[in-house]
């Protein structure tokens, strides 16, 4: 499955000179993926796990991700990864790609204590807030015991000591902690993405920043709409922490997944859920409601009818999506046949039907 539009990737630098990689995808509203470790834009596009996410999520909106710095094509070798260098990190790109209008930011595992910052922080930017599988305190902060201290700083030893070697005997036990239904194809690529995303020496850095991550406080400064979905049985991040997260920001609502997997995988259930969710939540394209609605059109045929039902003739159109009249005329022509229609007014009918044209 190819993700919905070309991946154009492009560099910006943060605060203290850090270059950051970043790619946009997809049309309609805008969408921010807040960034995160074990990222890599390349990798991640023709990805087992994550083209089907890339598609999915550029389907209805203009997405924006990017590699957090120490990951993917981002600078590796930085002196500061704290959890403000991350903030920083964001906050430029957003610029960078020049996202002015009020976003949806969507923050998954750590990403979600960096989206919720930058929410409580900036409130004029972001129009929604999405948190799947996340957490607002790291484990320093959560009161564990001295055992499952030990626990976790052992996994850090092992990052530093196994993520290098070619055997994958190591990545393939982290691999399991994310994705435990996943086939063997998707553990295999998560374990090579373990190795692509970044250094051990940096990634064993990056998870000992993670364990200080503390915004509890500034979670209830959180003023936009807020849903949190967090797996029942996730072994990554626990599902209480996820309930103290909806517990902290005002009017969030929380949606339980039945799934054991950090990452959601599209063969089950709860990744249908999680998009479904996503969709009843955030506001979505027009093109997005034609292709749900007339599932057999393309990203740009579903513009075009959006267009007819909103009465506009080709060239208004043509001029509204910069293409040429011929164009159009061509891709009307498909979208008849499809939608089994053989005059502009059939199609205007049939598609304020379905809801389309209302802007």
């Known amino acids: 499955m190819a993700p919905v539009s070309a991946q154009a990737i492009r560099f910006c630098k943060s605060f203290d000179g850090t270059r950051l990689a970043y790619a946009v995808t997809g049309s309609g509203p805008p969408l921010v993926k807040a960034p995160h470790w074990l990222t890599h834009l390349e990798y991640e596009y023709a990805s087992p796990i994550w083209q089907s996410w890339i598609e999915a999520l550029s389907a209805e909106h203009r997405l924006l991700r990017m590699d957090a710095r120490g990951c993917g094509l981002s600078d590796r070798e930085v002196a500061d990864l704290s959890f403000e260098a991350y903030l920083s990190d964001l906050e430029a790109i957003v610029d960078a790609a020049g996202y002015a209008e009020p976003f949806a930011l969507f923050g998954h595992s750590q990403a979600a204590a960096t989206a919720i910052a930058y929410a409580a922080r900036h409130p004029d930017r972001v129009s929604h807030l999405v948190i799947l599988g996340g957490y607002a305190r790291g484990i320093l902060h959560r009161g564990l015991p001295a055992e499952r201290l030990a626990e976790y700083q052992a996994q850090v030893q092992l990052v530093e000591a196994g993520w290098g070697r070619a055997d994958a005997s190591y990545r393939q036990m982290f691999s399991m902690q994310f994705i435990p239904g996943g086939t063997l194809d998707q553990i295999n690529s998560m374990s090579e993405l373990q190795r692509a995303a970044s250094s051990p ?146 199609a205007i009918v049939l598609a304020r039907d379905k809801g389309l044209g209302k802007r």
């Open 201 to 346: 020496e940096v990634a064993a850095r990056i998870l000992r920043s993670f364990q200080r991550i503390d915004v509890v406080a500034e979670a209830p400064r959180v003023r936009c709409p807020t849903v949190v979905l967090h797996a029942r049985d996730d072994r990554r991040v626990p599902f209480e922490e996820g309930r103290l997260v909806a517990t902290l920001i005002p009017g969030a609502q929380l949606v339980p997944l039945e799934t054991e997997n950090h990452i959601l995988l599209q063969h089950e259930p709860s990744y249908a859920r999680f998009f479904a969710e996503l969709r009843a939540f955030l506001p979505s394209s027009a093109a997005g409601a034609a292709r749900r609605a007339f599932g057999s059109l393309t990203p740009r045929e579903a513009e075009i009818l959006d267009g007819i039902a909103r009465g506009l003739d080709n060239a208004r159109i043509a001029a509204d999506l910069g293409l040429s009249e011929k164009t159009v005329r061509n891709n009307i022509t498909h979208i008849f046949d499809k939608l089994a229609v053989e005059s502009r007014a059939q």
